[in-house]
């Protein structure tokens, strides 16, 4: 978790180099500063070599050392904020700057601190030496340890029981096709098993392995756990005893290896086998391996079970299940099983068994290990009606039992994926995050210093087809940690959550590592050194309670750096009390309802985000937070209609790179005035989108548009598009009516559609009912990559692509849509470079087009006509025999698809 320290140094670094406020004196601070901006982007390469060594490393030593780097960092950051600090507040009280409005301007001497950054320079150098020889050589573990059983072999369900793990509809057809295979081919099949830790891979990969018909039809069989750390060589030897009972060691030379490589392929040669590769982290390694193990053309099977999706790809789509969780029934069955074997469960614990199962959340680990202490527990209806309550003790006691098992999930993620990570756990317990509001975490992600610039992003992660998919750091990197299993993606309610046993994980971990701390949680006690050593404090639950917590535990000292309100949406009046947090610079508190706008946060000078909600207007004197670089306001959320403006004061502030105001306008901008560093722009009101104002934000990126209908819909925003070519650098336009409202018959589009600059890559449309027609005019943009069609904002019948539209367009969504026919101009493949495909809630929908090519990868129907789902199981069958059975890319998730809602 150093990365996640170090990454906050670097921003607080790069805000002095690139202030608009701030100068450096012009002595030898510019040197200074240079020279320790270098060695922090230095020390966060070498944090990086982690991920190159992760299969082999002293995972409690590195662990260690990154502790120390944690701590030095900290104190660093604290010196040389407080020092600057101290300038500027001595600065403006000389000039009387602590009383005007418009944004002020200070030239800082580090030359004092000359010292402190030779000091931590030094300190630097030594803390990455040490780290990087022990990746390269690590430390001997303290207890010597089979490496080659990975976490996932501890996890004993016992009894013949695991029949329950998966038993769906969807994992019996799996079952199903993955043992008659031998009858339809007759080339060696890959197969991948996937999922959450302890959600139940290694018990179904038993289960096939010792499948009557997997023994009968293999003579040769192998089942081989791997791990998070493995040797190769470990690796070859335990498949080679068990494919060759007579094979011996003998003494072998310096080229070990590749006789063991050489040996493993003789012995599979011209037989029929089956190897399971247990608990598979290493994408490479299994590259590898899968070259070793021939393809004798024989019906021969290769199994991996595995917690990552990257890892899962090896196998061809068709043959790569995910292993879902229990529903409420399985999940009862196996915590009775556990807990009284083959007794009866006493019918007074049934009703709330059952709840204390459905607590579990489908995850087999979880309600084995729950079972196993209500078996050595009294089995009273008083004792597990407080077990029945998601925050007993008895869950944080299984988790910490389970910890063994969840925690590599996280040790070995990516560094730049570990705080990410850990700041999911900032939400409640069992919080959903809808796709529609995640622009608050990744904002946040970026005001922490966790993500890698654009420019970082494109350089050091790898250039792959899928990469090229997301335009942002933040996207990829939420795609990586669902990819990983670490965080759960449900397409079905557009969400992203946490299972509370990886959630809890978050909260100890984010604790231990200083990352942040809830006041009120109950994942760990209150730290030895008291909250005010805390870098982040989390608010979830008692907001009033915890903020006076904050104000008596928490002196002048405090080195707190963000305040983060979570939880349930708080109605009524609090103070905030936040005089002694003069290092805060992320203030989230958008579940707090302000009814007065919080003067007080005006002396936190160095907030760089804050986000409320406050339905009265914005003082102009926000302007006094000329650090501020994310601004969002809320509003309550009631019907009425909004006319406020954001003050004029707001072109000012030249660090905003975001903005979200709720369907406020923007004022007139002043003579000259401009946002250089803007570059998202959202809920903005129609009536702002004008040639003056587009013109004096030339790096914005990202444009949302809300228009809220008056209720005599007279006044329509007809030329809110008019202006946005002006726009040259946009990538993301979004255009939502608040309240739309149709009519029977097509009525008339709300806004005109107009020239879109060149340079659009992804365009969102809601409620705007345009007829089709109109499409033309988008599908011709030459870097159109994502199309997302919501609430009727297009309307009638019949739409035909042409054949020369959407050359680039690689995802696109439709729902809400009353469409009845859509169709390809002469039945031609069109839309060539499509990937992904979703279309939902279209129940008038009965003919899609049937020729789309190679490039699609997911088609995903959500609660639709019955005909599309014919549709789709056509475009299956077609792929399968154009591109050979096993060996298509084409994958299909179907939801809610057999609704009967009539023709």
């Not at 990552?308 to 090896?314: F, K, S, W």
């Amino acid at each position: 978790m150093a990365y996640g320290a170090v990454g906050s140094l670097k921003l607080t670094i790069e805000r002095l180099l690139n202030s608009s406020h701030i100068s450096i004196v012009q002595n030898s601070s510019p040197q200074i500063i240079k020279l320790l901006y270098e060695e922090v982007c230095s020390f966060q390469d070498a944090l990086e070599e982690f991920d190159k060594w992760r299969s082999t490393i002293n995972m409690n030593m590195v662990k260690t050392l990154e502790a120390e780097m944690i701590d030095v960092v900290y104190k660093f950051e604290d010196v040389i904020e407080s020092y600057v600090l101290d300038q500027i507040q001595s600065l403006s009280k000389e000039s009387h700057h602590e009383d005007q409005i418009h944004p002020p301007s200070f030239a800082i001497d580090l030359q004092d601190q000359k010292q402190n950054v030779d000091f931590f320079i030094e300190t630097v150098k030594v803390m990455k030496t040490a780290y990087i020889h022990e990746l390269h050589n690590p430390s001997p573990e303290e207890q010597e340890e089979d490496d080659r059983v990975g976490p996932s072999s501890i996890i004993d369900f016992g009894g013949n029981h695991d029949s329950v793990i998966g038993q769906s509809k969807d994992f019996i057809e799996f079952l199903r096709d993955l043992f008659t295979i031998n009858y339809r081919g007759s080339s060696r099949t890959i197969v991948s098993i996937y999922g959450m830790a302890g959600i139940g891979k290694t018990i179904a990969a038993r289960k096939f392995f010792r499948d009557p018909l997997i023994v009968s039809h293999c003579n040769k069989r192998a089942f081989v756990t791997i791990g998070p750390k493995y040797l190769l060589k470990s690796v070859l030897l335990d498949i080679l005893r068990q494919v060759n009972p007579d094979f011996e060691i003998t003494n072998m030379d310096g080229e070990m290896l590749a006789e063991l490589k050489r040996m493993v392929c003789e012995s599979l040669k011209d037989q029929r086998y089956f190897i399971v590769l247990d608990d598979i982290w290493d994408k490479e390694l299994c590259s590898d391996l899968m070259e070793l193990f021939p393809d004798n053309d024989n019906q021969s099977l290769v199994l991996m079970t595995t917690r990552l999706g990257e890892v899962a790809d090896i196998a061809p789509a068709k043959f790569q299940y995910k292993i879902p969780f229990l529903d409420k029934k399985e999940s009862w069955d196996l915590l009775h099983q556990k807990v009284f074997g083959e007794m009866t469960c006493p019918s007074e614990l049934q009703k709330v068994g059952k709840k204390i199962a459905e607590n579990c959340e489908g995850l087999p680990l979880t309600i084995v290990t729950v079972a196993d202490i209500l078996s050595k527990s009294d089995k009273t209806t008083e004792y597990w009606n407080e077990v029945s309550d998601v925050k007993d003790s008895v869950y944080k006691d299984a988790y910490d039992q389970m910890s063994k098992v969840l925690l590599p999930s996280y040790d070995y993620l990516n560094q730049y994926l570990k705080a990410c990570f850990l700041y999911m756990g900032v939400y409640p317990q069992l919080h959903k995050i809808p796709w529609a509001e995640l622009s608050f975490l990744w904002s946040l992600w970026s005001a922490e210093g966790f993500l890698y610039s654009a420019a970082q992003f494109r350089e050091r992660i790898p250039h792959s087809d899928m990469v090229k998919m997301f335009a942002e750091p933040c996207t990829y990197y939420m795609f990586e940690l669902v990819l990983k299993n670490v965080i759960m993606s449900d397409i079905e309610v557009s969400c992203y959550s946490l299972h509370s046993s990886l959630w809890y994980m978050c909260n100890k971990e984010a604790a231990k590592n200083k990352l942040f701390y809830a006041l009120n949680c109950r994942a760990d006690a209150l730290p030895e050194e008291g909250i005010e050593s805390q870098r982040r404090l989390c608010i979830r639950n008692n907001v009033l309670l915890a903020i006076e917590d904050v104000h008596d535990s928490i002196a002048s000292t405090s080195t707190v750096r963000s305040l983060l309100c979570s939880g349930p949406y708080h109605h009524y009046p609090l103070p905030l009390c936040l005089e002694h947090l003069r290092f805060l610079r992320v203030f989230h508190a958008c579940t707090i309802r302000f009814y007065e706008f919080p003067i007080e946060i005006l002396k936190l000078v160095q907030l760089r985000y804050l986000s409320l909600t406050y339905n009265g207007n914005i003082p102009s004197v926000i302007s006094k937070l000329w650090n501020l670089q994310w601004l969002i306001v809320r509003r309550q959320l009631i019907v009425e209609d909004n006319s406020s403006y954001m003050p004029t004061e707001i072109w000012d502030m030249k660090e905003l790179r975001k903005l979200d105001i709720a369907g406020c306008k923007l004022s007139d901008p002043r003579e000259r005035s401009f946002l250089p560093n803007l570059l998202e722009l959202y809920d903005v009101h129609p009536q702002s989108c004008n040639k003056d104002v587009f013109e004096r934000m030339p790096n914005l990126k990202t444009l949302k548009i809300s228009i809220k209908l008056a209720h005599d819909n007279v006044d329509q925003p007809s030329s809110c598009f008019d202006h946005v070519s002006h726009l040259r650098e946009l990538k993301s336009l979004a255009c939502v009516v608040m309240n739309p409202t149709f009519k029977a018959e097509v009525v008339a589009p709300l806004a005109r559609l107009s020239d879109f600059p060149s340079s659009l890559t992804k365009l969102t449309l809601n409620g705007l009912g345009y007829p089709w027609e109109e499409m033309r005019k988008i599908s011709s943009l030459p870097n159109l990559t994502n199309l997302y069609l919501k609430c009727y904002a297009f309307r009638g019948p019949k739409w035909e692509v042409r054949d020369n539209e959407f050359q680039r367009l690689k995802s696109l969504e439709i729902e809400d849509i009353d469409l009845e026919r859509w169709t390809f101009q002469n039945d031609h493949e069109c839309i060539p470079a499509i990937k992904a495909l979703r279309i939902a809630h279209c129940y008038k929908l009965k003919e899609m087009p049937l020729a789309f090519g190679t490039s699609l990868l997911v088609i995903s129907i959500v609660d639709c006509n019955p005909t599309v789902v014919n549709c789709v199981n056509k475009l299956r069958r077609d792929s399968d025999d154009k591109y050979g059975d096993g060996n298509s890319l084409f994958v299909l998730a179907i939801y809610d698809c057999l609704k009967s809602h009539g023709d």
